[in-house]
Protein backbone atom coordinates (compact mmCIF):
# COMPACT_ATOMS: atom_id res chain seq x y z
CA UNK A 1 0.00 0.00 0.00
CA UNK A 2 2.76 2.16 1.05
CA UNK A 3 4.73 1.87 -2.26
CA UNK A 4 1.46 2.59 -4.17
CA UNK A 5 1.00 6.16 -2.19
CA UNK A 6 4.09 7.05 -2.33
CA UNK A 7 3.91 7.29 -6.70
CA UNK A 8 5.15 9.83 -8.02
CA UNK A 9 1.12 9.83 -9.94
CA UNK A 10 -0.11 10.36 -6.36
CA UNK A 11 1.81 12.78 -4.76
CA UNK A 12 1.12 14.94 -7.79
CA UNK A 13 -2.54 14.27 -6.94
CA UNK A 14 -2.29 14.91 -3.28
CA UNK A 15 -0.43 17.99 -3.97
CA UNK A 16 -2.99 19.15 -6.26
CA UNK A 17 -5.53 18.83 -3.79
CA UNK A 18 -3.81 20.37 -1.05
CA UNK A 19 -3.37 23.72 -3.40
CA UNK A 20 -7.14 23.88 -4.22
CA UNK A 21 -8.17 23.28 -0.40
CA UNK A 22 -5.64 26.34 0.38
CA UNK A 23 -6.79 28.10 -2.77
CA UNK A 24 -11.22 27.81 -1.25
CA UNK A 25 -9.58 29.19 1.96
CA UNK A 26 -7.76 32.29 0.67
CA UNK A 27 -11.02 32.85 -1.90
CA UNK A 28 -13.22 32.33 1.27
CA UNK A 29 -10.93 34.65 4.12
CA UNK A 30 -9.59 37.27 1.96
CA UNK A 31 -12.92 38.58 0.92
CA UNK A 32 -14.43 38.44 4.34
CA UNK A 33 -11.91 40.05 5.73
CA UNK A 34 -12.05 42.80 2.99
CA UNK A 35 -15.60 43.05 4.03
CA UNK A 36 -14.68 43.79 7.44
CA UNK A 37 -12.02 46.03 7.36
CA UNK A 38 -9.49 47.66 9.56
CA UNK A 39 -12.20 48.29 11.83
CA UNK A 40 -10.16 48.01 15.14
CA UNK A 41 -7.48 50.89 13.79
CA UNK A 42 -10.20 53.63 14.99
CA UNK A 43 -8.97 53.08 18.20
CA UNK A 44 -6.79 55.76 19.66
CA UNK A 45 -4.11 55.65 16.79
CA UNK A 46 -3.09 59.21 16.55
CA UNK A 47 -4.26 61.24 13.42
CA UNK A 48 -1.68 61.82 10.92
CA UNK A 49 -1.01 65.06 8.10
CA UNK A 50 -1.51 62.04 5.62
CA UNK A 51 -5.30 61.53 7.25
CA UNK A 52 -6.34 64.98 7.84
CA UNK A 53 -5.58 66.01 3.91
CA UNK A 54 -7.27 62.82 2.68
CA UNK A 55 -10.20 63.98 4.57
CA UNK A 56 -9.73 67.62 3.67
CA UNK A 57 -8.99 66.38 -0.29
CA UNK A 58 -12.19 63.66 -0.25
CA UNK A 59 -14.50 65.92 -2.15
CA UNK A 60 -11.97 67.33 -4.73
CA UNK A 61 -10.99 63.77 -5.80
CA UNK A 62 -11.82 62.76 -9.76
CA UNK A 63 -12.64 58.92 -8.45
CA UNK A 64 -16.88 57.94 -8.94
CA UNK A 65 -16.97 57.08 -5.42
CA UNK A 66 -19.80 57.69 -3.23
CA UNK A 67 -19.45 57.71 1.04
CA UNK A 68 -22.73 57.62 2.08
CA UNK A 69 -23.05 59.34 5.53
CA UNK A 70 -25.88 59.19 8.07
CA UNK A 71 -26.64 61.81 10.75
CA UNK A 72 -28.67 62.12 13.92
CA UNK A 73 -28.76 58.58 14.98
CA UNK A 74 -28.94 56.14 15.77
CA UNK A 75 -32.98 55.54 15.97
CA UNK A 76 -35.04 52.34 16.22
CA UNK A 77 -37.29 53.92 14.07
CA UNK A 78 -34.86 54.39 11.08
CA UNK A 79 -31.63 53.14 11.59
CA UNK A 80 -32.33 48.97 11.17
CA UNK A 81 -33.78 50.07 7.82
CA UNK A 82 -30.86 51.58 6.65
CA UNK A 83 -28.88 48.81 7.97
CA UNK A 84 -30.71 46.44 6.28
CA UNK A 85 -30.83 47.67 3.18
CA UNK A 86 -26.73 48.54 3.27
CA UNK A 87 -26.42 44.82 4.14
CA UNK A 88 -28.77 43.68 1.31
CA UNK A 89 -26.53 45.89 -1.15
CA UNK A 90 -23.39 44.68 0.58
CA UNK A 91 -22.37 48.73 0.91
CA UNK A 92 -20.19 49.86 3.98
CA UNK A 93 -21.51 53.69 5.15
CA UNK A 94 -20.86 56.02 7.79
CA UNK A 95 -22.71 57.12 10.76
CA UNK A 96 -22.59 60.28 12.84
CA UNK A 97 -24.15 59.27 15.73
CA UNK A 98 -25.36 61.66 18.53
CA UNK A 99 -23.94 60.49 21.81
CA UNK A 100 -26.49 60.69 23.92
CA UNK A 101 -29.08 58.47 21.31
CA UNK A 102 -25.89 55.64 21.23
CA UNK A 103 -26.14 55.41 25.38
CA UNK A 104 -30.05 54.84 24.26
CA UNK A 105 -29.72 52.46 21.81
CA UNK A 106 -25.90 50.74 21.92
CA UNK A 107 -26.75 48.24 20.56
CA UNK A 108 -27.95 49.62 16.86
CA UNK A 109 -24.82 51.00 16.91
CA UNK A 110 -22.68 47.54 17.73
CA UNK A 111 -24.60 46.30 14.97
CA UNK A 112 -23.79 49.01 12.69
CA UNK A 113 -19.68 48.65 13.65
CA UNK A 114 -20.33 44.93 13.05
CA UNK A 115 -21.43 45.15 9.83
CA UNK A 116 -18.08 47.27 8.78
CA UNK A 117 -19.91 50.73 8.94
CA UNK A 118 -17.92 53.43 9.93
CA UNK A 119 -19.20 55.28 13.76
CA UNK A 120 -18.20 58.74 13.83
CA UNK A 121 -18.43 61.54 16.01
CA UNK A 122 -21.82 63.99 16.26
CA UNK A 123 -21.39 65.42 19.58
CA UNK A 124 -22.97 64.36 22.30
CA UNK A 125 -26.17 66.62 22.83
CA UNK A 126 -26.82 67.91 19.31
CA UNK A 127 -27.41 71.19 21.09
CA UNK A 128 -25.52 74.25 19.62
CA UNK A 129 -25.68 75.98 22.94
CA UNK A 130 -23.80 73.23 24.99
CA UNK A 131 -21.21 72.45 22.27
CA UNK A 132 -20.02 75.96 22.02
CA UNK A 133 -20.31 77.24 25.74
CA UNK A 134 -16.59 76.41 26.25
CA UNK A 135 -13.89 74.89 24.97
CA UNK A 136 -14.37 72.24 27.94
CA UNK A 137 -17.83 71.32 27.05
CA UNK A 138 -16.98 71.17 23.48
CA UNK A 139 -14.19 68.54 24.36
CA UNK A 140 -16.14 67.14 26.49
CA UNK A 141 -19.32 66.48 23.90
CA UNK A 142 -16.78 64.87 21.80
CA UNK A 143 -15.25 62.65 24.32
CA UNK A 144 -18.58 61.53 25.89
CA UNK A 145 -19.94 60.26 22.36
CA UNK A 146 -16.69 58.73 21.60
CA UNK A 147 -16.97 56.90 25.25
CA UNK A 148 -20.70 55.92 24.34
CA UNK A 149 -19.44 54.70 21.28
CA UNK A 150 -17.05 52.48 22.90
CA UNK A 151 -19.09 51.37 25.61
CA UNK A 152 -21.12 50.12 22.67
CA UNK A 153 -19.27 48.22 20.54
CA UNK A 154 -16.72 47.04 23.63
CA UNK A 155 -13.52 49.28 22.53
CA UNK A 156 -12.14 50.95 25.54
CA UNK A 157 -10.60 54.57 24.69
CA UNK A 158 -12.27 54.17 21.06
CA UNK A 159 -11.54 57.12 19.11
CA UNK A 160 -13.89 57.90 15.66
CA UNK A 161 -11.13 60.58 14.78
CA UNK A 162 -13.85 62.05 12.17
CA UNK A 163 -16.06 64.52 13.43
CA UNK A 164 -19.01 65.96 12.10
CA UNK A 165 -20.21 69.56 13.41
CA UNK A 166 -24.09 69.74 13.79
CA UNK A 167 -25.23 71.78 10.69
CA UNK A 168 -21.97 71.61 9.29
CA UNK A 169 -18.68 73.58 9.58
CA UNK A 170 -19.94 75.49 6.21
CA UNK A 171 -22.69 76.83 8.20
CA UNK A 172 -22.16 79.99 8.83
CA UNK A 173 -23.96 80.14 12.19
CA UNK A 174 -21.16 79.92 15.39
CA UNK A 175 -18.58 80.25 12.68
CA UNK A 176 -15.72 81.40 15.35
CA UNK A 177 -16.06 79.02 17.59
CA UNK A 178 -16.55 76.30 14.99
CA UNK A 179 -12.80 77.75 13.67
CA UNK A 180 -11.49 77.48 17.47
CA UNK A 181 -12.68 73.77 17.75
CA UNK A 182 -11.24 72.78 14.96
CA UNK A 183 -7.81 73.33 16.88
CA UNK A 184 -9.51 71.45 19.93
CA UNK A 185 -10.23 68.88 17.23
CA UNK A 186 -6.88 68.43 16.21
CA UNK A 187 -5.31 68.09 19.87
CA UNK A 188 -7.91 65.42 20.40
CA UNK A 189 -6.70 63.24 17.43
CA UNK A 190 -9.71 64.21 14.85
CA UNK A 191 -10.43 66.14 11.78
CA UNK A 192 -13.63 67.24 10.72
CA UNK A 193 -15.99 66.32 7.48
CA UNK A 194 -19.02 67.95 6.09
CA UNK A 195 -20.74 66.94 2.85
CA UNK A 196 -21.20 67.50 -1.01
CA UNK A 197 -24.25 66.45 -1.79
CA UNK A 198 -27.91 65.93 0.07
CA UNK A 199 -31.45 64.60 -0.60
CA UNK A 200 -32.06 67.88 1.83
CA UNK A 201 -34.14 65.20 4.10
CA UNK A 202 -33.98 67.84 7.15
CA UNK A 203 -35.01 70.83 5.47
CA UNK A 204 -38.62 70.24 4.60
CA UNK A 205 -41.22 67.85 4.12
CA UNK A 206 -40.89 66.15 0.44
CA UNK A 207 -42.44 63.55 -1.06
CA UNK A 208 -40.22 60.64 -1.70
CA UNK A 209 -39.71 61.46 -5.77
CA UNK A 210 -38.56 64.94 -4.81
CA UNK A 211 -35.98 63.73 -2.30
CA UNK A 212 -34.20 61.43 -5.03
CA UNK A 213 -34.44 64.62 -7.78
CA UNK A 214 -33.11 66.64 -4.65
CA UNK A 215 -29.79 63.56 -4.54
CA UNK A 216 -29.73 63.94 -8.09
CA UNK A 217 -29.53 67.68 -9.04
CA UNK A 218 -27.27 67.75 -6.01
CA UNK A 219 -24.52 65.20 -7.39
CA UNK A 220 -24.83 66.48 -11.01
CA UNK A 221 -21.32 67.11 -12.58
CA UNK A 222 -19.14 65.80 -9.41
CA UNK A 223 -16.86 62.72 -9.04
CA UNK A 224 -16.29 61.59 -5.22
CA UNK A 225 -19.50 62.51 -3.44
CA UNK A 226 -19.67 62.57 0.55
CA UNK A 227 -23.47 62.48 1.02
CA UNK A 228 -25.61 63.48 3.42
CA UNK A 229 -28.70 61.65 4.29
CA UNK A 230 -30.23 61.20 8.04
CA UNK A 231 -31.03 57.87 9.99
CA UNK A 232 -34.31 59.50 11.34
CA UNK A 233 -37.56 60.47 10.71
CA UNK A 234 -37.94 64.04 12.22
CA UNK A 235 -38.77 65.56 8.84
CA UNK A 236 -38.55 62.79 5.99
CA UNK A 237 -37.61 59.16 6.01
CA UNK A 238 -34.73 58.60 3.78
CA UNK A 239 -34.57 54.66 4.31
CA UNK A 240 -37.82 54.82 2.04
CA UNK A 241 -35.46 55.79 -1.11
CA UNK A 242 -32.22 55.04 0.03
CA UNK A 243 -32.54 51.60 -2.23
CA UNK A 244 -33.76 53.88 -5.23
CA UNK A 245 -30.67 56.30 -4.36
CA UNK A 246 -28.31 53.52 -4.29
CA UNK A 247 -29.10 51.89 -7.75
CA UNK A 248 -28.80 55.68 -9.33
CA UNK A 249 -25.47 56.06 -7.74
CA UNK A 250 -24.68 52.73 -9.57
CA UNK A 251 -26.30 53.55 -12.80
CA UNK A 252 -23.98 56.65 -12.38
CA UNK A 253 -21.01 54.54 -11.98
CA UNK A 254 -20.26 55.58 -7.97
CA UNK A 255 -18.47 52.87 -6.51
CA UNK A 256 -19.47 52.70 -2.70
CA UNK A 257 -17.06 53.08 0.56
CA UNK A 258 -16.63 54.33 3.77
CA UNK A 259 -13.94 56.16 6.05
CA UNK A 260 -12.08 52.80 7.51
CA UNK A 261 -9.69 53.17 4.56
CA UNK A 262 -8.37 56.27 5.93
CA UNK A 263 -7.35 54.84 9.16
CA UNK A 264 -6.13 51.81 7.83
ZN1 LIG B 1 -27.02 66.62 12.80
Known amino acids: MQIIFFTKKNILIISFFILILLLIFFLYFIPNFRLNPNVKSANAEPVSDEFIEKIKELTSGSQKIAYLTFDDGPT ?12 EENIKASFFVIGKYVDSHPEIVKRAYEEGHYIANHGYSHNNSILYKSSESFISEVKKTDLAIGKAIGIEDYCSHIFRFPNGFMAPLYKSQKEKAVLLLLEMNYTYIDWNCLNKDSERKYTNTQLLNN ?12 VLMHDTKDVNNSSLVLKESIDYLRREGYEFRNFYEFVS
Open 76 to 87: TSVTPKILDILK
Open 215 to 226: LKQSCENKNTLV
